[in-house]
């Protein structure tokens, strides 16, 4: 019985890795990657949060940013270079001045209550 569970323990663990896997992969390669080839251009900075950045920031995978006084310096740097699991993006796929507007919005936004 015990065998039993841990190998499904086991099992579990490794689709729970695989998952996460998953889904940063899916946020690197289905985000800005894909339309920036198309010639796209984000509107603000606040599109990019909500279009890239809350898909983890907001749902408990990553830590939350907004509220959270970050430096805008420190968030272009994060997102340029990435962090653990976070993926870095080019300025092919979010243009520095984007960038900027962004770092400015999740600096500046308070955190949802």
């Keep these: 019985m015990n ?4 190998t499904r323990t086991r099992a579990a663990f490794v689709l729970a890795a695989l998952a996460a896997v998953g889904v940063v992969e899916s946020i690197a390669w289905a985000g800005p990657q894909q339309v920036s080839e198309q010639g796209f251009a984000w509107k603000d900075g606040v599109e990019v949060y909500k279009k890239v950045c809350a ?4 749902s408990n995978i990553g830590p939350i940013l907004l509220g959270e006084n970050l430096d805008p310096a420190y968030i272009q740097m994060i997102v340029r270079q990435g962090n653990e699991a976070m993926p870095a ?9 984007t960038l900027e507007k962004l770092a400015e919005y999740i600096s500046n936004t308070a955190a949802d209550k």
């Design 55 to 58: 898909l983890c920031h907001e």
């Design 3 to 6: 065998k039993a569970l841990s």
């Design 89 to 97: 993006f080019r300025a092919s796929e979010i243009d520095d001045k």
